[in-house]
């Protein structure tokens, strides 16, 4: 099979930052300039469509032939440009990028190309970004350009060749990750998940316009108000100002804070002593800080001329697990909705009834947060049936670890916080119900669940709510002692993983663990199997004693703080949390293509759940697609998986 590597430059006046990749395609200016591509190891070659050249008749055939192989950095984004003008096939195009961040790298093709220290001949031009802006998108009338709205080859002649140049490099750039990347192959699995997921993201989902327009113009309203309030309440011209915020409450409140995030705002609120003046502009901080306006705008940004916002999710982006990311309007990190009347308050809102909302339900911009996943909406005939797996990462955590009084619990009443509780403090599971005062166990029984099963102690229970939810401080090492006691093998996971990670780096130990994960190692590479066959890879491990002398391991990545190439540590619980949230994943992936091959038509998913969209009177029902996604593939015998769900007119959580 030969490979015909592809790099283009596009031009569309929509911007593809804010909008993403469909809405920028379908965009009736949208024009291919520049298609740089190469067979194999074959010089690069560079069609100036811009300038009036035609793509060789040959390749436009090879574009839809099956045995030629399509490669491009970013594949999603040549596939669909391309495919607007020529025949091409969705299955024949392998992603480089997604490819790159199976094997442990982060970022885009110049990040990658400097992780993997390419030589300056290989790497990514630098002058791309100014020469993309150029030309790629629209500029600003000036006298000084004529008052033109778009920059033309003809413009600037060097800056036009200098740009054909970048477009010929990028593929050299792709061409070299791939040849890197060649000796650890993408499973077939994944790439038939990588196209499905295309799929999914070209189908995209259907919003509420009415729901979207009521709630800017309600949210604008609102934000003026509050403005004119903070303005009264502290005499600044610009309230939403950070630095003249943060001197204002020093001057007032005689206290210096270093932000205004949302934590340090709720805590001065908590502070009694505070001057009433404060704690009302502190809680008109916390009304404008909400977020879901942004997902609003965003959405009216996004959204395509058939009401639809396509591009949720990205395949990969969580380079350590495989698990999807959010783009655009950001899925992955939705407000719950609490209010019960729902209907009521959704045409409240496309009706622009402020009064209404505030009398009813007082916090607006509150209420337009908890609103926003119900602007998600089926399609005409259509209903959702939303289904999602029921503690999926603490039945794979049971599962991987045996831990068998849990899987009893999972494959059967399925009351995990109760459970938990009831093994921790001894007490009988029936008398952990509301009712009776065993009930209080509940919560710690919770939180220590969200909080321990990663090596996590104390503070993982404090970040995770404990003192907010009620428990004293000192209670909490308590906490951590009896659960770690309840969950024995549990614990002897976590330091079974980082004893055979730290053999496999040092001695080139391979091994495998009874649940079937298994380590071993090349010259540059900790690679860790699942169960699923699937690989995660830890890039130049190493070990580095510590003031100790124990073995602490190391290995390149991203890190999530800096976004930079850097040296980062892990250990026993966050590698069972990478293995753990990755055969979650793997669960989930395995829902989909189950869902997929039965017809369902999945509109986006989050984390654990699926958002499917089924004709109101059809063969498809909400029962059937809970069976598909429970449907334990065959490498996961004995996992008790289980899901529930809903059937609903719009997107919620139930």
């Known amino acids: 099979m030969r490979t015909l590597s592809i790099d283009i430059e596009t031009y569309s006046s929509v911007d593809i930052r804010k909008s993403g990749l469909y809405k920028y395609v379908q965009s009736p200016d949208f024009e291919i300039l520049l298609f740089a591509y190469a067979y194999d190891d074959n010089p690069v070659q560079i069609v100036d469509l ?34 607007k003008f020529f025949q091409t096939h969705l299955d024949q195009w392998h992603c480089t990028m997604v490819h790159a961040w199976y094997c442990g790298y982060s970022g885009g093709l110049g990040a990658i190309g400097q992780a993997m220290q390419f030589p300056e001949d290989k790497r990514k031009m630098s002058e791309g970004k100014a020469l993309i802006k150029y030309f790629c998108s629209p500029c600003a009338r000036t006298k000084r350009n004529g008052g033109r709205t778009r920059n033309l080859p003809d413009h600037d002649p060097d800056k036009w060749k200098l740009f054909k140049e970048y477009c010929k ?15 650890y192959p993408l499973p077939e699995f994944e790439h038939r998940l990588w196209t499905v997921d295309q799929l999914i993201n070209i189908g995209g989902v259907s919003i509420d316009l009415d729901m979207v327009d009521g709630a800017l113009a309600i949210s604008n309203q609102i934000t003026n108000e509050l403005t004119d309030k903070a303005r009264d309440i502290t005499g600044l011209e610009n309230p939403n100002s950070v630095a003249q915020l943060k001197q204002w409450i020093s001057d007032n409140a005689d206290v210096e804070i270093e932000s205004l995030n949302k934590q340090t705002v709720s805590d001065l609120l908590n502070d009694q002593n505070g001057a009433d003046e404060l704690k009302v502009m502190l809680r008109i901080r916390q009304e404008m800080a909400k977020t879901s306006v942004k997902k609003y705008e965003a959405m009216k940004a996004a959204v395509c001329e058939d009401n639809r916002v396509r591009g949720l999710l990205q395949f990969y982006g969580a380079t350590r697990t495989g698990r999807w990311a959010g783009r655009l309007v950001q899925v992955q990190n939705l407000p719950r909705n609490y209010i019960e009347s729902l209907d009521t308050v959704r045409e409240l809102i496309k009706k622009r009834k402020i009064e209404a909302l505030r009398t009813i339900y007082g916090n607006i911009p509150d209420t337009l947060s908890q609103l926003i996943r119900t602007t998600f909406i089926p399609a005409e005939g259509k209903q959702f049936a939303v289904a999602d797996f029921s503690a999926i990462e603490a039945r794979v955590l049971s599962w991987l670890a ?9 494959r059967t009443h399925g009351k995990i916080y109760e459970a938990s509780a009831s093994a921790m403090f001894g007490v009988p599971l029936e008398l952990i119900k509301k009712g009776n005062p065993e009930y209080e166990l509940r919560s710690k029984g919770k939180v220590a669940e969200l909080a321990l099963g990663y090596q996590g102690s104390t503070g993982a229970l404090i970040q995770m709510g404990a003192l907010r939810g009620g428990l004293a401080e000192e209670d909490l090492p308590d906490i951590v002692q009896r ?3 309840s969950n024995k093998r549990i614990v002897d996971f976590w330091y079974k993983v980082e004893r055979y990670a730290v053999d496999c780096i040092k001695n080139g130990t391979n091994s495998t663990m ?3 994960v298994s380590f071993s190692r090349d010259s540059t590479r900790l690679i ?9 890879f830890y890039l130049q491990p190493q070990l580095i004693p510590d003031d100790r002398n124990y073995d602490r391991i190391y290995y390149m990545g991203q890190g999530q703080k800096s976004h930079k190439w ?16 990755a055969v979650a994943r793997d669960c989930l992936a395995n829902s989909i293509i189950n869902l997929y091959n039965a017809g369902y038509v999945i509109n986006f998913h989050i984390h654990d759940e699926v958002i499917l969209e089924i004709p109101e009177n059809g063969n498809q029902s909400l ?13 996961a015998e004995g996992l008790p998986l289980n899901a529930d769900g809903f059937v609903s007119d719009y997107y919620k959580k139930e």
Not at 172 to 183: A, F, H, N, S, W
């Open 623 to 635: 029962d059937e697609a809970i069976s598909l996604m429970c449907h334990a593939p065959a490498w």
């Open 169 to 183: 490099q990028d593929v050299v750039t792709e061409r070299e990750i791939k040849k890197q990347l060649d000796p």
């Open 483 to 485: 659960w770690r006691a």
């Open 514 to 516: 009874p649940c079937g």
């Open 402 to 410: 045996n831990e068998t009084w849990r899987l009893d619990v999972f």
């Open 566 to 581: 850097e040296l980062l540590q892990t250990y026993g619980g966050k590698l069972t949390e990478n293995i753990v949230q």
């Open 528 to 536: 860790v199997t699942l169960p699923s066959g699937r690989k995660l």
């Open 50 to 83: 811009a300038g009036g050249e035609k793509i060789p008749y040959f390749t436009v055939m090879d574009l839809h032939r099956p045995e030629v192989k399509k490669t491009a950095f970013n594949a999603a984004f040549e596939y669909y440009c391309l495919s």
